[in-house]
């Protein structure tokens, strides 16, 4: 009898955890059927994979999508527009909106708010405050919820936890791994007197390297006491690296495409406020110091940090100009062409975007390509050269530090549960985003 699937994906080289080698795959119901020879099998619609790499959907675990409340940068659709483009099939955005997630209520609201409309599958982090740490435990358990963000530093509005007792306190309270931006607030206060105006080559110098050595020193002693797990964001510094390798028990690592592309000063010289992010980009020792981190295992997973800001907006004289740019679009071509350049191989790069997200936030059936587990799918082409123009981004600010800059490596198709939502360049399905489940929230959302 023939096997019948919903969707075949026929000729591709198949990327997972069992190496890369030429394999159909056979979708049903929006899982995973069947991997291997299927050419007789039969399917209500096939795609021509030959000449593709079929990879594990890429999840870009820290973006920033601003809704609610400041959706004239972006909202949820936008932002996953940007994302399913870019051949990403989930993301996990971050809790400093307006008003900041930090509330059940609020988190609840944010999760009705990208369901059946966000065009890739979706968690949201809970944001921890100074007054909010009897709720922690009640959102880290909701559905849609990756974990429970910190900011130690750097934070708008009331998500601030700089001391060592605030922190201690939301770590005593929470069980599952919490998320850190990692740069000590006291360190960043006493240096605000060195930025030169209109002169961002200063920002790595108000933002300095020991700011967010000797957080991530605190954070780590504190974790240590509480026997707690961390997943340290955006990690910025080579010394971080160092200090990190020596907690593997306790600590998880995620770097930028950005920090591992652009330099200081050069990146500020050409781009001015278009280089601007929070932790800084750095001097080039900095950038090998995290290829090392990478090379050597230290870090776990990528994230693009999209955070969007409108070009009016960036516009201001360095410091009122605004911190983050946007880059959820961009995170797969960029890592493509690293990979083209040799700087690390497919292979690993799909360990950084999807094995290891799916392991170290403990995603459910999501992050490999394995028989039952939801059929998201990242095709891409590794000899295709294509330029990264203004008129390809979907974010609502318009613009990306790596508009010009040619790449070698492109997504060709995105596939989310069973179904091409990106093929070409085009959106080409309704957006149908559910949040994503995780083992440790499993029971408490059945």
Known sequence: MTDTYDLLIKGGTVVSHSGRAKADIGIRDGRFAAIGDLSAASAGE?????????????????????????????DLESGSRAAALGGVTAVFEMPNTNPSTTTPDLFAEKVGRGRDRMHTDFAFYAGATKENTDLLREMERMEGCCGIKVFMGASTGDLLVDTD????????????RAAFHSEDEFRLADRRSLARQGDWTSHPEVRDAQA??????????????????????????AEEMDILATARDIASVETTPQHLTLTAPDAYERLGAYAQMNPPIREARH???????????VVDVIGSDHAPHTAEEKSKPYPASPSGMPGVQTLVPLMLDHVSKGRLTLERFVDLTSHSVQRVFGLAGKGRIMRGYDADLTLVDLSASRTIEESWLASKCGWSPFTGETVTGWPMATILRGRAVMRDGEITAPSTGQPARFLESLKSNS
């Open 46 to 74: 096939v795609i021509d994979a030959g000449g593709l790499h079929v990879l594990p959907g890429v999840i870009d675990s820290q973006v920033h999508f601003r809704e609610p409340g400041l959706e004239w940068k972006e």
């Open 165 to 176: 007792e605030g922190v201690a306190a939301v770590l005593d309270v929470i069980e599952r």
């Open 212 to 237: 967010a050595i000797q957080s991530t020193e605190r954070l780590l002693r504190l974790a240590r006491a509480a026997g707690k797990r961390i997943h340290v964001l955006h990690v910025s510094t």
């Open 287 to 297: 950038r090998e110091g995290l290829w090392k981190g990478l090379d050597q295992g």
